[in-house]
């Protein structure tokens, strides 16, 4: 058990390693942000004070050691347009977009749960194909658009919901600040959540509805019924707890997915989150900020690897002697 | 798409089972002529749209904005109106759409050549080659496929060509671990052990035994692939870093029309947007169809 | 941002209460977000305009960009070499510490000291000219040049002035987007800045000038120009700036809402190159062609006749552009009458070019910014379709700014030295007169590029004429302001008739907001809040 946990953490490091190398080299080959910032009277005196202050004139390789030597210390560098350590930045801006992730996750739920369970317990009813036909669509809708088009109807033929930014926020025990607990931010957070829940909600409901269809015929529930248990019961109880674990499973995978693809919500409804943050720096080439948040998502994603990892491992001990998860 | 099934391995007779079992449902019929015609039109789009986009010189902005079923000066009709620079929307869309189906579709087929020759390797060398590979398909699958594409392409710069290497690099994976399941399930058959018993060289059974019996799969997997593939591209190119705006796809229409869309101007976002959802919403359909027919028990 | 709230609370519980006091909020929706409130760390007007807010300069710029007092009361040269400029008296910073000339020295020097990380200083403003300065007493400061130095004001007005007390030893930036030393003497005071959300800026009482409508200002980013006009229209905001120009007519039409206009400082051009061979200038056929045509100044006449600036203005600028032949606003010193834009004449132009031995054409590609100015890409579309039609066969090739700048300067990366040539054939982009003036308008896009007095520093076509050079490097020691009228407006004259570039519009800017409020727009695209009124 502790040279598995070894051996993962020793792959997990190396490929953080390879990561930073690949993030860092990439990144510092495009463009060049001096002409971003440089005014148009900028000389060429001045361009060259731009490129030492930015610290460009080191060689890359000695760039890249620094960073690495920052990086050790919990340094991810400093955003050149805002001249704050990005981490900061990152942290600052992380909770909107959990937020915003979460409640797409809770609308994937509550909405995706019930109307995926009709379908099962029904599937050749209109109204299940119709549930069926809206999962297709929002499976294959782009949310771009789906997101504009929300916009156009809500905020401005309707005037319903608002189309930029978050609402009022408060403060949960003083520890971070969300703002689905004021009216406001509620308004603010329903449009860019739904809309990054429709793909989510696709597979929740064609999950679901599987699920329900296979532990339907499973002989257990045929004998709950059998035994005269109450229908509501029998699905209540019996079939959700049932179908509930390969959704949590999936959508529990799919999450990182959801906070990546919050880049694209986040820059149509202007959501002041990470995702949005990272196009403004990609807009601006602020390559440390650019290297921070993708060193920041490598890092959570190899962490979250790792765990789930372990957590197989201990729960199924044959994994460790394969050592092979896929 | 379909032909690929047609010169299956096994006997003729399962092409008419599968066909049969395929379009006895009525949606998969639709999907299977809805995607047919929109290759055909795509393919066609020189000889039967109304105006060459790419031709500066026939296109004018003293046009620009016309809605559908109007005339421009030169007494053309633009049945689908035009866009900002004038462009007949038709026309545009029919190009765009040729521009999108190219880039699923080849990088689609890219990253199946890839995937399937990593997933073979893997499954046929066994030992650290399997590890290995499939340690960095883990890591690739571990990685939003949006996130990496974006990244890429902010380092690669615009182009078809740049944009259909992003896509192959977050798709190849997922043909390499389908693969190679299938073809360690394969490896352990009778025919197989028959094959090695008659000393057949390893890449021959690999390739005319194992791969034949891993393309109903691969098919079907190609299929969803290619929707997303769609689908990440027009996101792409809707965040600006996809493909140059000179040679749009539907998802470039999409991201120009939008900002004509709240003065009224719905055709030039709208159109290209339902053209690009039932062209995802049909191979959709399709994959769905195929996954069902073909191996029941491969998960999405 | 738990304050917010509470504010929140207590303004909706006051107007329940006593619906006798409404706190006047105005809420800015603008296009990029203040990266940064430290008044030195960039030149990016967005962050520009909210640190206007909070700081001020010693020379202010009206709404038409001409200098006017601002913590300076007066200035005058008082030789060849030396300025003297006159403190505003009684003024006090936001914590209430009065201001002097030790924080205007301070200030100078934090600037010349270079400020660790910053990406773009305003110091070299201070370079222009070499310019030195010194305390002659609390409310007096001489500044020093090298040599005769005619717009040393205008400079000024682009230098902020920071708090000594609040500043010194603190750190650049953070400190500032804390709020910590976000102390100025503006007429509103820092207080919120939540990055990607929103700039909150409340009314300083004691500011010595005239007081604002609103009790508070917010400045909130929203990108999308789409999303930014969705905004307005559903009331999240009260004002935006860059309204996409197809919405204009809508807009401009609607009673609800109110557009204001102004001619922009900012020059929208074409600018050819003038190498022997271009890479992306070739025959018909696609082979390179020596010489250069584009150094043919009937080809360029040729290019700029073909354009048809009304139609770029009607069709795809919403009536928002004024069409050109000039290289500074009208109403600018330097502004000659005479020059007007080339008319649509595409005949003559086609005329002209077989007269310089393309009766066939040629091909070339025409690269530009697509995220920079207004409608860019769209413009540099349209200019290929029109020079396509008189047999110029043009690609379009446009891309993000972050990528076209470096190659538009200096063709390639940092990383490869050796490539500092600009790497353009043709390109479209843009120059701001941000001084209000010409001088650094035909030294910067005129003069020949020489990299070490600064001359041609925007010349990114590396146009050369003798002429022209004379005249620019005269002006900029030339105090006497109709002497240096003069020299600009041959400059200007002889440049255009060579059709060093070739001009296609200013800018005309854009706000829309609320038909409630009305608003003085500024030529140099800020949007300040003071600016701003509510109708009467």
Request: charged share 20%; aromatic share 10%.
């Amino acid at each position: 058990m502790l040279e598995f946990l070894l051996r993962r953490i020793l792959q997990a490091i190396l490929v953080l390693f390879v990561m930073t190398v690949l993030v860092f080299f990439g990144v510092n080959v495009i463009g060049n942000p001096v002409y971003i910032f440089a005014s148009s009277e900028c000389n060429q005196a001045c361009i060259d004070e731009i490129i030492v202050n930015l610290g460009l004139d080191q060689p890359i390789w000695r760039q890249y050691l620094t960073f690495l030597g920052n990086l050790f210390q919990g340094d991810l560098g400093r955003s050149f347009t805002h001249g704050v350590p990005a981490m900061s930045l990152i942290l600052e801006r992380f909770p909107a977009t959990l937020e915003l992730a979460i409640a797409a996750l809770v609308l994937a739920l509550g909405i995706g749960l019930p109307l995926g369970i009709y379908a099962g317990l029904k599937p050749d009813s209109p109204i299940s194909k119709l549930i069926m036909g809206f999962s297709m669509i929002s499976f294959s809708v782009p949310i771009f658009w789906i997101g504009l088009i929300f916009i156009l109807i809500f905020s401005v033929r309707l005037g319903w919901l608002p189309s930029i930014g978050r609402g009022d926020l408060v403060s949960v025990f003083g520890l971070f600040e969300v703002s689905f607990l004021t009216w406001d931010g509620l308004r603010h957070l329903l449009m860019p959540a739904f809309t990054l829940s429709l793909i989510m909600m696709a597979m929740v409901i064609r999950l679901t509805r599987a699920g329900m269809r296979e532990v339907l015929h499973a002989d257990y529930i045929k004998f709950a019924r059998a035994n005269g248990i109450h229908e509501r019961r029998v699905i209540g109880v019996h079939v959700l707890k049932n179908i509930l674990i390969p959704i949590v499973t999936v959508l529990g995978m799919e999450f990182g997915g959801v906070i990546a693809f919050a880049v694209v919500t986040e820059s149509i409804f202007s959501w002041p989150g990470v995702g949005k943050m990272l196009i403004d720096a990609i807009a601006v080439l602020d390559r440390p900020l650019i290297v921070a948040y993708l060193i920041f998502v490598v890092v959570m994603f190899v962490a979250i690897n790792l765990l789930v990892d372990i957590l197989y491992s201990v729960l199924d001990p044959r994994v460790r002697l394969g050592g092979n998860v896929s | 798409m379909s032909d690929t099934a047609l010169s299956g391995p096994r006997k003729p007779s399962r092409w008419a089972a599968f066909s049969a079992a395929f379009f006895g449902v009525p949606s998969a019929a639709i999907a299977f002529v809805v995607f047919v015609s929109m290759c055909l039109a795509a393919l066609l789009a020189p000889w039967i749209a109304p105006q060459n986009p790419y031709d500066l010189g026939a296109v004018s902005i003293l046009d620009n904005l016309l809605e559908p079923g109007e005339q421009s000066f030169s007494g053309m009709t633009h049945w689908l109106g035009t866009d900002g620079q004038g462009r007949d929307m038709l026309s545009a869309m029919l190009y765009g759409l040729r521009i999108s189906l190219l880039v699923g579709i080849l990088s689609g087929v890219i990253a199946l050549a890839v995937g399937t020759l990593v997933g073979l390797i893997a499954a046929f060398r066994g030992g650290w080659v399997d590890a290995l590979l499939m340690r960095i398909v883990d890591l690739q699958l571990s990685f939003p496929t949006i996130l990496v594409a974006l990244i890429l392409l902010v380092i690669l710069g615009r182009g078809v060509d740049k944009i259909i290497f992003a896509l192959v690099v977050v798709q190849w994976a997922y043909f390499a671990r389908t693969v190679r399941g299938v073809a360690l399930i394969e490896n352990s058959r009778d025919y197989v052990e028959a094959a090695r018993g008659l000393r057949f060289g390893a890449w021959r059974i690999l390739f005319l035994h194992v791969l034949p019996n891993c393309l109903p799969t691969m098919l079907v997997v190609a299929t969803i692939q290619m929707a997303q593939a769609i689908s990440l591209e027009a996101t792409l190119s809707f965040l600006g870093i996809g493909l140059p705006p000179t040679r749009p796809s539907l998802g470039l229409l999409i991201a120009n029309g939008f900002d004509y869309l709240q003065s009224g101007r719905w055709w030039i976002s709208v159109l290209p947007g339902l053209v690009l959802l039932v062209l995802i919403v049909s191979v959709n359909v399709l994959g769905d169809r195929m996954r069902d027919v073909l191996n029941p028990h491969l998960k999405r | 941002m738990k304050r917010k709230v509470s504010i929140a609370l207590v303004a909706a519980v006051t107007m329940a209460l006593t619906p006798a006091y409404a706190e006047q909020v105005l809420t800015i929706g603008v296009r990029s977000e203040a990266a940064s409130l430290d008044p030195h760390w960039t030149q990016l007007s967005a962050d520009l305009q909210v640190q206007e807010h909070i700081f001020e300069h010693l020379v202010d710029l009206d709404s038409a960009s001409q200098t006017v007092p601002g913590l300076a009361v007066s200035w005058e040269p008082i030789d060849e070499t030396t300025w003297e400029f006159k403190l505003r008296e009684g003024v006090t910073w936001h914590d209430g510490e009065p201001f002097n000339a030790d924080d205007v020295v301070f200030s100078f020097d934090r600037l010349r000291a270079g400020i660790d990380g910053a990406p773009a200083s305003p110091a070299f403003q201070l370079e222009k000219g070499s310019k030195t300065w010194e305390k002659i007493d609390d409310y007096t400061v001489h500044i020093m040049t090298d040599g005769p130095y005619p717009t040393v004001a205008e400079d000024l007005a682009m230098l902020p002035i920071v708090a000594e007390h609040a500043t010194a030893g603190k750190t650049a930036s953070v400190d500032f987007n804390s709020g910590e030393a976000a102390i100025g003497t503006g007429p509103f005071m820092f207080e919120e800045y939540s990055p990607g959300n929103r700039v909150t800026v409340v009314r300083n009482e004691n500011y010595w000038g005239d007081q604002s409508a609103w009790d508070r200002v917010v400045f909130r980013p929203v990108g999308e120009e789409s999303a930014r006009l969705a905004a307005l229209l559903n009331g999240d905001v009260d004002i935006i700036d860059y309204p996409p120009t197809v919405d204009l007519p809508q807009l401009e039409a609607d009673p609800d809402f109110t557009v204001s206009t102004v001619s922009a400082d900012r020059l929208i051009y074409m600018i050819p190159s003038y190498r022997h061979v271009e890479e992306f200038v070739t025959d018909v056929e696609g082979n390179p062609l020596m010489p250069n045509p584009l150094r043919d100044w009937r080809v360029r006449k040729a290019l700029s006749l073909a354009i048809d600036r009304e139609a770029i203005r009607d069709r795809i600028m919403g009536g928002a552009s004024l069409p050109t032949g000039n290289i500074v606003p009208p109403g600018f010193f330097g502004y000659v009458d005479e020059i007007e834009a080339d008319p649509y004449d595409p005949d003559q132009a086609q005329a002209l070019l077989a007269e310089a031995g393309y009766p066939d054409g040629f091909m070339i590609t025409i690269q530009g910014p697509n995220d920079r100015y207004i409608n860019d890409a769209r413009i540099v579309e349209a200019v290929a379709q029109f020079w396509t039609r008189i047999g110029v066969v043009t690609e379009v090739d446009t891309m993000p700014r972050n990528i076209f700048f470096s190659e538009l300067i200096r063709g390639g990366d940092l990383t490869f030295p050796g490539f500092d040539d600009p790497k353009f054939s043709m390109a479209l982009t843009g120059w701001g007169t941000v001084a209000g003036e010409a001088t650094y308008t035909v030294s910067g896009i005129l003069e020949s590029y020489n990299a070490a007095t600064g001359g041609g520093n925007g010349n990114f076509g590396r146009y050369s004429n003798h002429d022209v050079d004379a005249r620019s490097i005269l002006a900029k020691r030339t105090i006497d302001r109709n002497a240096r009228l003069e020299l600009l407006e041959e400059a200007t004259k002889i440049a255009m008739e060579d059709y060093a570039l070739i001009p296609l519009h200013f800018q005309v800017n854009k706000w829309a907001m609320k038909s409630s409020l009305e608003h003085t727009p500024r030529t140099n695209e800020r949007t300040l809040a003071w600016e701003v009124r509510p109708v009467e």
